[in-house]
């Protein structure tokens, strides 16, 4: 099975910062991986897919990068809005594998 | 509007099975394969296998293989995921998904369930 490791699992950070979540695959996946947000008691909602494409309707703060084995999620200037849980997950497999999560806190 | 509708919370014994109901609305059902997810109190999310509501194939994950069971209903469009053997470790909110409406085989989920919790308790 394909292992995903998320780096960090908590940051600390404050309105307006620059932030930046990092993916590793423990196998080539190409650019078939996605992004999530989840906020307390809510689904995951996908931000982006195929590594970089940005879903309909989410804030052009949020940009994906990354092939093969090593992805970043990247928040221009972190808003109030932010504040909350992302996942990567591949999808490059029969199988589908979640990253463990990085909390984004309040700084 | 394309829907995912779960059934209610769950109280079990150690030992015992539970079963969810997942019923999509919106959408031909047999168009996508139905995902199940679950997610353990504070914990990350945790893939648990799909169905493809049109041949009846499922893959599982390893770690569930031998205790899960997924079918569908394609008369109601409903799907739906049997966990036996069941533990505390399996107190979790437990989520079924399906991909993006963008035509892709594979695709990132773009439309979850409400969530489902099944407390394992004696």
């Known amino acids: 099975d394909i292992q995903m490791t998320q780096s960090p699992s908590t940051l600390s950070a404050s309105v307006g910062d620059r932030v930046t979540v990092t993916c590793r695959s423990s196998q080539i996946i190409n650019t078939w991986l996605a992004w999530y947000q989840q906020k307390p008691g809510k689904a995951p909602k996908v931000l982006i897919y195929?590594?970089?494409r940005l879903e309909s309707g989410v804030p052009s703060r949020f940009s994906g990068s990354g092939s093969g084995t090593e992805f970043t999620l990247t928040i221009s200037s972190l808003q109030p809005d932010d504040f909350a849980t992302y996942y990567c997950q591949q999808y490059n497999s029969y199988s589908r594998t979640f990253g463990q999560g990085t909390k984004v806190e309040i700084k | 509007q394309v829907q995912l509708v779960q059934s209610g919370a769950e109280v079990k014994k150690p030992g015992a099975s539970v079963k969810v109901s997942c019923r999509a609305s919106g959408y031909t059902f047999t168009a996508y394969y139905v995902h199940w997810v679950r997610q353990a109190p504070g914990q990350g999310l945790e893939w648990m296998g799909w169905i493809n509501p049109n041949s009846g194939g499922t893959n599982y994950a390893q770690k569930f293989q031998g205790r899960l069971t997924m079918t569908t209903d394609p008369s109601i469009s409903t799907a739906y995921m049997e966990l036996s053997g069941l533990t505390s470790d399996d107190t979790a909110v437990y989520s079924c998904a399906r991909i993006r409406d963008s035509g892709d085989v594979a695709d990132a989920f773009g439309v979850w369930g409400q969530g489902t919790m099944v407390t394992v308790s004696s």
């Open positions: 195929r590594a970089s």
